[in-house]
């Protein structure tokens, strides 16, 4: 028997249901037998259809499909209801939330559960019986606390959104709701708080931190590479002459850059000739309209080195990079991509591109950074669990962050040390660096630092480490 199972079509179009005899109406039949099982719509590119045309296709678009292989109806209005008050629609959230409901929804065929029956009794409504089967799994040790809450908030707002589009009236309410509040702060270092609703559906999660953790929440887990791993990260991408990669990891650790951000850095951002620019740092916008993708879609300044900017143009006007090119629709202009493949294809594709649906025709799905992964994998890891003599070594790219952020702390030691600068201000100055929207996730860093061994050692000579390997992969 299969099961419920999220799927993605290619490329979604919107039809408008009309008269068989209605002009450029097209005709389906349905394989039923019956003349009656047929049904007439309109294309979407019709002057008269309701919908403007740039709002009636949506690219890697989810569905939710049920045991049967038809779509669960109410899952797929809901999805597009959320996707046509979305500016700027990022697909792959759209797709957790289309695996988190057809989750849902195996649940729900697998235990005969009715999804819109809510009795009186609290204990036989389909949350609460789903609250106890995800405790049971949890407890199980087969799904961690906070997956099981990521598929609870993604029924919550399934169920939330039909009752408020009055597509669904239940008899009684699936989840008892209070009003909590919480507090924050700024960059600036300002407490403030404000009011949300919360419901008894989700698991509790411990707040006891691992003591043998090594990790920073900073929009996922990161882990600081320590000096003796960064330099044999060094020495690895020396080893393996791989100019993009080289200078990708380069880039993000010299600018705390996310996977999205260094992966769509383009042509038109550096056509300053470095002969032009008299200081050390240049800033580029990122974020929308930039052409850069960043994390929800937010807008920051990427502080880059000069020596960085340097050899990223110069990369530009090699024939490595040319030849990739070559390869691509965008040729040589401005908006080409700084890093391709060797078929010259982007190793991310931007946001931008996928609402305007840019990308190619017979794409199946969105390119995430694998290519990038894949590399790491396959190539980095292995060649540095030899030199570490670790055979449990692991790393992710996002990691070159929170090696950044540390790296930034430890640099700035002698000067807090010899009051020159003091704690409060470099804290604020890595918040902006990283774009961070509260001085609390930056504190989490100095608070790494100083409960872990990290390296001590002085930094007055990675950035040179750094500068001549972007020379080095320059002669790849």
């Known amino acids: 028997m299969a099961l419920a199972q999220p799927f993605t079509i290619p490329k979604l179009f919107l039809t408008e249901l009309v008269e068989p005899t209605d002009r450029d109406a097209i005709l389906v039949n349905l394989d039923t037998g019956s003349e009656s099982d047929q049904y007439a719509h309109r294309d979407a590119a019709h002057p008269g259809f309701e919908e403007p045309e740039e709002k009636s296709v949506y690219p890697f678009f989810p569905l939710v499909l049920c045991s049967d292989g038809t779509p669960w109806a109410e899952a797929t209005l809901y999805l597009l209801d959320r996707l046509e008050l979305d500016y700027a629609p ?25 999804w819109t029956d809510f009795p009186k009794d609290k204990n036989r409504r389909p949350t609460y019986k789903f609250r106890r089967y995800l ?49 924050f702060g700024t960059k600036e270092g300002q407490r403030h708080s404000k009011e949300l609703a919360s419901t008894d559906l989700p698991l509790k999660e411990s707040r006891s931190k691992n003591p043998y953790d090594d990790r920073i929440e900073d929009g996922g887990k990161i882990r600081p590479l320590p000096k003796k791993e960064q330099h044999a990260l060094i020495t690895v991408l020396r080893q393996l002459r791989n100019t993009e990669m080289t200078l990708m990891h ?8 996310r996977i999205q951000t260094v992966s769509t850095l383009r042509k038109g951002h550096f056509l300053t000739p470095p002969s032009k620019i008299r200081r050390d740092y240049i800033p580029i916008p990122a974020g929308p309209l930039t052409g850069i993708d960043t994390k929800r879609n937010k807008r920051g300044i990427i502080v880059m080195p000069k020596w960085l900017y340097v050899s990223l143009y110069t990369y530009l006007q090699s024939d490595r990079w040319k030849h990739r090119a070559s390869k691509s629709p965008l040729g040589y202009s401005i908006d080409q991509f700084l890093f391709l493949s060797q ?17 190619r025709e017979d794409l ?9 992964r894949a590399f790491m994998t396959n190539r980095v890891i292995p060649a540095m669990r030899k030199i570490l003599e670790d055979q449990d070594f692991t790393y992710q790219f996002h990691d070159l962050r929170g090696t950044y952020g540390l790296n930034y702390l430890e640099f700035n030691q002698p000067r807090i040390a010899d009051g020159s600068t003091s704690r409060e201000k470099v804290l604020q100055d890595l918040a902006q660096l990283l774009w961070h929207d509260s001085t609390e996730i930056t504190e989490r860093y100095i608070k790494y630092r100083e409960s872990t061994n990290w390296a001590r050692e002085a930094n007055d000579g990675w950035f040179a480490h750094l500068e001549d390997l972007a020379s080095q992969a320059m002669a790849t």
């Open 364 to 372: 199946r799905s969105v390119k995430t950074g694998q290519g990038i």
């Open 135 to 183: 405790f049971t799994l949890h407890t199980a040790g087969e799904i961690s606390s906070s997956y099981a809450n990521r598929i609870i908030r993604s029924v919550i707002r399934f169920y939330k959104h039909l009752v408020k589009s009055k597509y669904l009236v239940l008899e009684n309410p699936p989840w008892d709701e209070k009003t909590v509040t919480i507090f």
């Open 90 to 114: 990022k697909m792959s959230n759209y797709s957790t939330s289309a695996s988190d409901l057809a989750f849902y929804r195996r649940y729900l065929e697998n235990s005969g559960t009715e």
């Open 250 to 257: 380069v880039s993000s650790l010299s600018t705390g850059v």
């Open 343 to 359: 078929r010259g294809q982007s190793f991310y594709d931007t946001q931008e591109d996928i609402i305007a649906g840019r990308l």
